[in-house]
């Protein structure tokens, strides 16, 4: 047998120029313009992997992106190692290597291939039905399949390669660049209309550009030359942009589309780097056309994977395109004239086929006559009932068909091959149409789903429209392409077309043979190793909906999405059922159509710029003294600062005792803070915080709680009144969008009629926080001329000074129970002014104190953090806050939903705080609290929501959430772990300073 | 994705906006009036609709504002937009 099947050069490969690669770690060679199937093809290598389910050997079946079986690993064990990638659209370069998947240890002695003796106990829905139970086995199941299934493996290393997001708007997108695609696109573009034509292969033209026969001619040309001409014209035209290897993943409303550019995956690994290897295009267009061709159907018989077996236009295109003949032996199975084609390329480049055998008793058009009269032997009426060759096809055998197709009569044929080419007649590429929300009907007539309702300013022209002859095509594409582009005329209404092709067919779904369906293995869907057997099992199990039959046999569950053969589940469930297809419905496309690596979805958004992250005004001082961060919401907040060799707790401690026994400074900048104006302010905040606002003076600050309608706590924050009408609210860091988002709702929506306005104003101010028994000297240094006396300057208040000639505003609120006064500067002094609050201090020991300790510090005192002590299902009566809820006002957001009957029930989760028996102990938060573990099942109270140890009580402190906490108070209660039971008393939350004596210590 | 006509910066990417689900219920006036039952038709009650629904959408990542859309959830048809405290139209 020989290793080079090249036959006569094709214009598409550039034979004077060598590329070699590697398959399996063996060096093979190839030319430019092969792709890996091709290059394969011509070293006569047709076995590529190992089946899902049962291991068989598998071919290459196709020769474009609907391939199911012909998927490689690249370059293994790199970090440009990529899984799943078909060998039919990956285009050859200079170093590129590829190898099998899902086969161990390789590609001709796999293990996985006893599944296929296996199999009579592999039915459809055998995963489901063995490996799910019993649960607890689940691990060990899983170790078993992972190894000996899974397709690839995915890369261990971050991607090296660059990818970018593009923004196109277009008047008119063309998708595909078949003859049809290049004749719409045309037209759009000379009517003046911006248009966009893109096609995933490297070339233009579809499988037009080589189709050389006398049989398929326009205007007295054979269809490739008129069709070049036509090429060379539109890539002249100016506002026509034609995009090529550019695959269209998403089609969704409204004309918005996701394409992917593949810009360097042709190119040798060392010209790529530096270049952008993918582009996703987000393309809005005005009007969509659809000229997305159509995929030939495989036909379904005992053994119709083996390699070696193909689609038939599939072998036509590799002999034409290619120059790449895939047997020396070939057989061709059809039910319809497209074999007949391939038949007559082969023929006239001196290929030899041993037989047609056709499902049609009848045949006699023009494509036929010809191969007759080449003494090609026709076997009509006939169907294949087996196939030979463990991993390549040597021998099929063949019966003819009854009258009526259901049965097989007569003696079986042996013929020898080494190559099937199998045509089951052709299915419109609606894939993308019915992603964009399109309805399709059913042409019973030739049995496929062609679009009938258009949801968007689109439409489809060609064969994905069902248009499957060159006469049809093109007489409707002028119809079609004036209507939807509103023209008067087109240069395409007059061609003279000669197409011998003759539309008949005989569609069976699944072939009869001589042997029962439980001992066959007719293949439906290639990929997940389906078979019409196990469709017939779901069926007689009892399921009937499209959907839940694929989801039980995984039909159609691939990563093709089953593009071959989920026509054919249809049909065959349509048959058993005895339902008809048009009201089966088909399964849904999902984007992308095919599939998109990682990279390419997330683009630019990789590494630091993965998420937008906020900085304070103070960041780099935090970086400068080795802050560690956490992230809040969006922010960048310091947590603690670790010295020398200390820990996270060590710090903590330190920063902790010092805020206490002298004084610590926090940067506050991320609290939200919004800007509130208008006469009717007061009112306003009335009616969105529980608690009541008319009677505070300016210049006084106040702690507010806001809920939602349903009366749960939904954020906090100090409001400060700075005139008669005119307020700054603070949030939480987090909460701030969503506070600003809801305000502005009841404003526009509900109370329209109230002068207020609110201005988001978190990032024009820096929020300096000192705290302690020191802080008052300090101030006092940083601001000389501000009378920080009780009388003057009291808790609760605040006031609008200098430092020098710096403008701020100093609110003398607390968050740690400590005298503490919080500096609002204008951002860019933050820095500044930090800076010098850390020089005023630095004889009181200033310490810079992070987010941990603010916690560590408020649970001390009690208090809440809302999100972490709360989770949107507690009030403010939970939270023991009722001092808060008004009793006076007639309304405000929440207020009906707190004497709700569920929001009044005693048994609610209250917050109450925890204190352990051994001191020294501390909780995990979120742990489970219960009264009697003994019990089964124990049941569980509440959970422990806020816990740290206390340096300045020397003991470990919790806030926790339990079951009519309140009642609680001396309870003991325990804290089931691990290994262990701890011990906890109910105490009241406030652990530190009850009387409130240090604010104004 | 939607093409969304603000009624006040023009035609914009979805991506601007945010839904906010059924319009046209009205905050009771004196919530403190009702029963558990008829507060919790305001608080909970949904239509969710498959056809013509009317909703709340707001140009979040533009001007903010807040406006009405009618619009068919069965094809996410965008049958009409108008302002807050506009009648709704009768025809679409
Ligand atoms: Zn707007």
């Keep these: 047998m020989t290793d080079n099947l090249r036959v006569k050069s094709s214009k598409f490969i550039d034979e004077t120029y060598k590329i070699s690669f590697k398959f399996n770690n063996k060096t093979y060679y190839g030319y430019k313009g092969d792709t890996l199937a091709s290059a394969l093809l011509a070293n006569n290598i047709h076995l590529i992997g190992r089946s899902f389910k049962y291991h068989r050997p598998r071919g290459i079946m196709t020769a474009g992106s609907e391939e199911p079986n012909a998927i490689v690993q690249l370059h293994k064990n790199t970090s440009r190692t990529e ?270 086929i041993k037989a047609i055998i056709d499902n049609r008793e009848e045949v006699d058009s023009k494509l036929v006559k010809e191969i007759e009269k080449n003494n090609i032997k026709i076997f009509k009426g006939y169907t294949i009932v087996d196939t030979f060759g463990y991993k390549r096809i040597n021998k099929i055998s063949i019966m003819q068909l009854s009258k009526d197709g259901q049965k097989v009569v007569g003696s079986k044929i042996s013929i020898d091959c080494d190559c099937l080419g199998m045509s089951g007649g052709w299915t419109p590429a609606v894939h993308l149409f019915t992603q964009s929300g399109g309805k399709l009907k059913f042409r019973d007539d030739d049995q496929v789903f062609i679009p009938d309702i258009y949801p968007s300013d689109q439409i489809s022209i060609g064969s994905c429209n069902g248009d499957f002859t060159l006469e049809e095509i093109l007489t ?141 005004a103070i960041h780099d001082w935090h970086v400068e003294n080795k802050a560690q961060f956490e992230n809040v919401g969006q922010w960048k907040r310091a947590w603690f600062y670790p010295k020398e060799n200390e820990n996270m707790h060590d710090a903590v401690q330190r920063e902790s005792k010092a805020a206490r026994d002298s004084a610590g400074i926090l940067d506050a900048s991320t609290l939200g803070k919004i800007d509130i104006q208008g006469t009717d302010a007061s009112e306003f905040l009335n009616r969105v915080y529980t608690n009541a606002w008319s009677k505070l003076a300016i210049g006084k600050c106040r702690y507010g709680l806001m809920l939602n309608e349903d009366g749960m706590v939904y954020d906090d924050g100090v409001t400060t009144r700075l005139d008669e009408n005119h307020y700054i609210m603070t949030t939480t860091t987090g909460g701030a969008a969503t506070v600003l988002g809801k305000l502005e709702d009841y404003l526009q929506t509900e109370w329209p009629e109230l002068d207020v306005y609110l201005t988001s104003v978190t990032d024009h101010y820096a929020t300096i926080s000192v705290c302690g028994p020191n802080s008052k000297k300090i101030i006092s240094k940083v601001i000389p001329n501000l009378d920080l006396s009780d009388e003057k300057f009291p808790h609760m208040s605040f006031k609008n000074t200098k430092i020098g000639k710096i403008k701020c505003r100093v609110m003398r609120i607390s968050f740690t129970g400590e005298q503490s006064y919080e500096i609002n500067v204008q951002a860019n002094y933050g820095k500044s002014v930090w800076n010098k609050c850390m020089e005023e201090g630095k004889e009181f020991n200033i310490t810079p104190y992070g987010t941990e300790t603010m916690h560590l510090l408020r649970a001390e005192k009690g208090f809440i953090i809302v999100g972490q002590d709360t989770d949107a299902t507690m009030t403010p009566i939970d939270l023991q806050m009722d001092w808060i809820v008004s009793k006076k006002k007639y309304d405000f957001i929440g207020k009906r939903s707190l004497y709700r009957s569920d929001t009044i029930r005693d048994d609610r989760k209250q917050l109450i705080g925890l204190v352990t028996e051994n001191p020294k102990e501390v909780l995990e938060e979120g742990a489970q609290i219960v009264l009697d573990a003994s019990k089964s099942p124990v049941e569980m109270l509440g959970h422990v929501t806020s816990s740290y140890y206390s340096p300045n009580l020397e003991k470990s402190i919790a806030l926790g959430v339990v079951k009519g906490g309140k009642n609680m108070m001396g309870q003991k209660l325990i804290i089931p772990m691990e290994n262990k039971q701890i011990n906890v008393t109910v105490t009241d939350p406030v652990f530190l300073d009850k009387e409130n004596k240090r604010l104004n210590a | 994705m939607f093409l969304i006509h603000c009624p006040y910066c023009g035609e914009r990417e979805q991506s601007e906006f945010k839904a906010g689900g059924e319009a046209h219920i009205v905050r009771p006036k004196q919530p403190t009036e009702l029963s558990d039952d008829q507060w919790a038709e305001y608080l909970f009650m949904r239509k969710n609709i498959k056809g013509v629904q009317f909703e709340r959408w707001v140009h979040t990542h533009g001007c903010r504002k807040w406006f009405n859309m009618v619009r068919d959830t069965s094809n996410d048809e965008i049958k009409a937009i108008y302002k807050m405290g506009e009648k709704p139209p009768t025809k679409y």
């Design chain 1, 476 to 616: 409707n594409i002028s119809k079609t392409l004036k209507n939807f582009l509103n023209i008067k005329k087109t240069e395409y209404e007059n061609l003279e077309v000669q197409s011998h092709f003759n539309k008949t067919k005989r569609n069976i779904w699944l072939l009869p043979t001589n042997k029962v369906i439980g001992k066959t293995k007719p293949f439906v869907d290639y990929q997940n190793d389906a078979t019409a057997k196990d469709i017939k099992l779901a069926l007689r199990e009892g399921f009937r909906s499209i959907e839940h039959v694929k989801r039980y046999t995984t039909t159609g569950m691939g990563t093709d999405q089953g593009k071959l053969g989920n026509m054919h589940a249809l049909g065959i469930i349509s048959e058993t059922a005895g339902s008809k297809m048009g009201e089966l419905g088909t399964t849904t496309f999902r984007p992308p159509y095919t599939p998109l690596t990682f990279g390419t979805i997330v683009g630019r958004n990789v590494g630091e710029y993965f998420d937008i992250f906020r900085k304070t």
């Design chain 1, 83 to 352: 899984p799943n990638v078909r060998a039919t659209e990956i285009e050859i370069y200079e170093g590129l290597e590829a190898s099998s998947q899902n086969c161990w240890p390789s590609v001709n002695f796999d293990i996985g291939g006893i599944n296929n003796f296996l199999s009579p106990v592999l039915p459809a829905g055998f995963y489901y039905k063995t490996f799910m139970w019993p649960a607890s086995f689940w691990e060990k199941y899983e170790y078993f399949i992972r190894k000996s299934a899974g397709l690839g493996k995915s890369p261990t290393e971050p991607d090296p390669d660059i990818y970018e997001h593009k923004y196109i708007h277009c008047d008119v997108l063309v998708i595909g660049a078949g003859i049809s695609g290049i004749i719409a696109a045309k037209t759009s573009a000379k009517n003046g209309f911006k248009t966009l034509l893109v096609d995933e292969k490297p070339y233009l033209g579809g499988s037009t550009i080589y189709q050389n026969s006398e049989h398929f001619k326009i205007n007295n040309q054979i269809s490739s030359s008129w069709l070049e001409k036509e090429i060379n014209e539109i890539r002249k035209i100016d506002n026509l942009e034609i995009k090529t290897r550019t695959s269209v993943a998403a089609f969704h409303g409204y004309n918005f589309l996701l394409a992917r550019e593949s810009l360097t995956d042709h190119l040798p690994l060392h010209q790529r780097d530096g270049k952008v290897r993918h582009k996703l295009l987000k393309i809005r267009a005005k009007k969509v056309i659809s000229a997305t061709g159509s995929l030939e159907r495989p036909l379904i018989f005992d053994n119709n994977d083996r390699p070696g077996i193909l689609l038939s236009s599939a072998i036509e295109k590799y002999s034409n395109l290619f120059g790449v003949a895939c047997g020396q032996k070939n057989v061709l199975f059809t039910n319809n004239d497209s074999a007949y084609e391939t038949a007559i390329s082969l023929f006239n480049k001196g290929i030899d």
